[in-house]
């Protein structure tokens, strides 16, 4: 049995992209995983986001991944909520889902994001440049605030674990998408806080900061330079190729398990070496 028999995790941004690598992952691991995501388009960003057939998908991919590596029989181990990072209750109502479902949270996993830009940062829309701000940034803290009370509800000793997506901008300046480096920085700052808070409790904040990954995102950000397709980030990479999106979720399922019980604050590079 894995040793992850019977945890339970809870995935945003799990429609496609690393969320939905990383509910797979979680899965095949053992885990019983809340898949979640807005399921729908944001009028303020010029295109499109994941949908409740993509969500749906997600959660019937990681069902059968996770009965053939367990012999479940069926048993599901994973289940779709729908909500958007930004509403606080919807939110709520997913970890509720998760306790009443499989009786507690272990993990949480902030894995939505969206971009927006190509344009210097005082040109941008001002609804674009909040949308990134709300989502990237304040989605993060908000999974935080309806999720650590409740890994905090298991007894101890506890394994929780509270997990974001920071991205290789944290630390590199990259024109014409300000807003979403000023959000990931602040990701990886309140992961480096979180920590500090939860010193002592058995549950841990890391974050990972990917690189260039072959994700929606990504070829967002090639329309937005005007390049041909995404392929061409994959030069300033030092690997000389895009990551694949289940190469940050296997980080983030590490980071999840108890191979990373001495690792708190921590924010991991896996991004080619981008950051070299």
């Given at each position: 049995?894995?040793?992850?028999?019977?945890?339970?995790?809870?995935?945003?941004?799990?429609?496609?992209?690393?969320?939905?690598?990383?509910?797979?992952?979680?899965?095949a691991?053992?885990?019983?995983?809340?898949?979640?995501?807005?399921?729908?388009?944001?009028?303020?960003?010029?295109?499109?986001?994941?949908?409740?057939?993509?969500l749906?998908?997600?959660?019937?991919?990681?069902?059968?991944?996770?009965?053939?590596?367990?012999?479940?029989?069926?048993?599901?181990?994973?289940?779709?909520?729908?909500?958007?990072?930004?509403?606080?209750?919807?939110?709520?109502?997913?970890?509720?889902?998760?306790?009443?479902?499989?009786?507690?949270?272990?993990?949480?996993?902030?894995?939505?994001?969206?971009?927006?830009?190509?344009?210097?940062?005082w040109?941008?829309?001002?609804?674009?440049?909040?949308?990134?701000?709300?989502?990237?940034?304040?989605?993060?803290?908000?999974?935080?605030?309806?999720?650590?009370?409740?890994?905090?509800?298991?007894?101890?000793p506890?394994?929780?674990?509270?997990?974001?997506?920071?991205?290789?901008?944290?630390?590199?300046?990259?024109?014409?998408?300000a807003?979403?480096?000023?959000?990931?920085?602040?990701?990886?700052?309140?992961?480096?806080?979180?920590?500090?808070?939860?010193?002592?409790?058995?549950?841990?904040?890391?974050?990972?900061?990917?690189?260039?990954?072959?994700?929606?995102?990504?070829?967002?950000?090639?329309?937005?330079?005007g390049?041909?397709?995404?392929?061409?980030?994959?030069?300033?990479?030092?690997?000389?190729?895009?990551?694949?999106?289940?190469?940050?979720?296997a980080?983030?399922?590490f980071?999840?398990?108890?191979?990373?019980?001495?690792?708190?604050?921590?924010?991991?590079?896996?991004?080619?070496?981008?950051?070299?």
């Amino acid at each position: 049995m894995s040793p992850a028999a019977h945890r339970v995790a809870l995935v945003t941004g799990a429609a496609r992209g690393i969320g939905a690598a990383t509910v797979a992952a979680l899965a095949a691991d053992g885990w019983r995983v809340v898949a979640v995501d807005r399921c729908a388009d944001d009028p303020a960003l010029p295109y499109s986001l994941g949908s409740r057939a993509d969500l749906d998908r997600v959660v019937e991919d990681a069902q059968a991944a996770a009965c053939a590596a367990t012999a479940a029989g069926g048993a599901a181990m994973a289940v779709a909520a729908q909500a958007d990072t930004r509403d606080p209750d919807a939110l709520a109502a997913a970890v509720r889902l998760a306790e009443e479902r499989w009786g507690g949270l272990d993990a949480a996993v902030a894995a939505a994001g969206v971009i927006a830009g190509g344009v210097p940062a005082w040109q941008v829309p001002p609804e674009q440049e909040q949308a990134v701000l709300d989502i990237d940034l304040g989605g993060v803290l908000t999974l935080a605030r309806v999720a650590v009370p409740a890994m905090l509800r298991r007894p101890e000793p506890r394994r929780g674990r509270f997990l974001a997506v920071a991205s290789a901008a944290a630390t590199r300046g990259l024109p014409m998408l300000a807003a979403y480096c000023a959000a990931k920085a602040g990701v990886a700052g309140f992961v480096h806080a979180l920590a500090a808070e939860l010193g002592g409790t058995g549950v841990t904040a890391n974050a990972v900061s990917p690189g260039s990954t072959a994700t929606p995102i990504l070829e967002e950000s090639a329309r937005l330079y005007g390049l041909p397709s995404a392929s061409a980030f994959a030069a300033q990479q030092p690997l000389g190729r895009l990551l694949s999106p289940a190469e940050v979720a296997a980080v983030i399922a590490f980071l999840a398990g108890d191979g990373a019980s001495a690792m708190t604050g921590a924010v991991v590079p896996v991004d080619g070496g981008l950051a070299l």
